[in-house]
């Protein structure tokens, strides 16, 4: 069965505390896998999609890493506007609902000043 | 753009009442995905459209939801009737290339 594991479930940091939250997956095929932020009372941001393996993006603080088998959302020197809570989707290829995003259930991310 | 757009936010009602939300998906955009959100359950995908037209809707948890999409600018979400259990929250996305889904704001639905 296909599944999204994310963790830690809850992490919290220090203002300037770098840290990485994961994403893992169990697939039998990958056509993209997407990261975004989710404020309190908000929807979920867009921030990433990644499609190969060793492929990064990045945007201010956070970069986005991809392997054949998990996600690392990578936060560098985080800043207290930073917490929120971030959502891993996958994209799959073998889903017969061809637009549908699996989701994690998420890391809550809390930086303290 | 504004972006999509949900209505209402909040929603409070009883058990056994009709209660219709509302999703206005950014402009050009071809595809609409309904999602419900709990904290036992995280975010689900209840159905999805594309180009107006229903394309896989087995994410409905029974007969009691029903959604529409008459135009490509206005769906609704249906419950009919409503149970405590219903109580989540609800969210629209929209998409342009079947890829990224930029989400709504939401609509809270407590059903008492």
């Known amino acids: 069965e296909d599944q999204v594991t994310q963790s830690p479930e809850a992490l919290r940091l220090q203002e300037g505390e770098s840290s990485s939250l994961n994403c893992s997956y169990t697939?039998?095929?990958?056509?993209?896998l997407f990261w975004y932020r989710q404020d309190p009372g908000k929807g979920p941001e867009f921030l990433f999609t990644?499609?190969?393996a060793g492929e990064e993006k990045e945007k201010e603080r956070l970069k986005a890493t991809l392997t054949k088998k998990e996600s690392f959302l990578h936060i560098t020197a985080p800043k207290p506007e930073d917490s929120a809570t971030y959502l891993c989707a996958v994209h799959l290829l073998s889903s017969g609902s061809a637009r549908q995003l699996t989701f994690g259930s998420g890391t809550q991310l809390t930086v303290l000043p | 753009d504004a972006g999509v757009i949900q209505s209402p936010r909040h929603e409070v009602t009883e058990m056994g009442q009709e209660v219709t939300l509302r999703c206005k998906p950014i402009s050009g955009h071809n595809s609409l995905f309904w999602y419900r959100q709990t904290m036992m359950r995280g975010l689900e995908l209840l159905i999805y459209f594309n180009n107006n037209v229903p394309i896989d809707d087995s994410g409905m948890p029974e007969d009691r939801f029903s959604a529409k999409m008459p135009n490509a600018s206005f769906s609704t979400l249906k419950i009919q009737p409503s149970e405590p259990r219903d109580s989540a929250v609800y969210f629209c996305?929209?998409?342009?290339?079947?890829?990224?889904?930029?989400f709504g704001a939401g609509t809270r639905l407590s059903v008492l």
């Open positions: 990644l499609y190969s």
């Open positions: 697939v039998s095929g990958l056509r993209g």
């Open positions: 996305a929209s998409s342009l290339r079947g890829d990224i889904q930029y």
